[in-house]
């Protein structure tokens, strides 16, 4: 598989997806499906990253119609989603999208690296037992 979820840190407040190669739709959402079962193990908001910095330099076929579903049935703890990109091309694809689908894309933040994306990931936040 091309595209890997695991947990960032040990607290599990940080799922970190990592898109390598040629990607499919049907790796996305098998990876979606397995973040969905990450978030309901929790009761707490969860961010994630997702890094497409190892992925090919293009998307699979149809990428409109798939953004569109790819917030469906998404547990209300998900937080924060930092994209982490190099490629120009997916920039402006990200600008496109954030126009097409501000519901989707309101959570997102793109940056250039991951030590980026994990600062800006917010700190958990803490409660007294």
Do not use: C
């Not at 149809?62 to 990109?85: A, F």
């Amino acid at each position: 598989m091309t595209v890997r979820v695991t947990w960032l840190d040990d607290a599990k407040t940080t799922i970190l997806r990592e898109f390598e190669g040629l990607w499919t739709w049907e790796e996305y959402y098998a990876s979606q499906s397995e973040v969905n079962t990450m978030l309901r193990s929790v009761e707490y908001n969860v961010h994630q990253i997702l890094d497409f910095t190892a992925a090919a330099r293009t998307l699979p076929a149809n990428v409109l119609t798939h953004i569109g579903h790819s917030d469906r049935n998404v547990p209300p703890n998900r937080g924060k989603s930092v994209v982490v990109l190099q490629n120009a091309f997916f920039r402006q694809m990200v600008q496109l999208l954030n126009r097409i689908f501000p519901n989707v894309t309101k959570r997102v933040v793109v940056v250039a690296t991951r030590a980026e994306a994990v600062k800006a990931i917010p700190a958990p936040v803490v409660t007294a037992a």
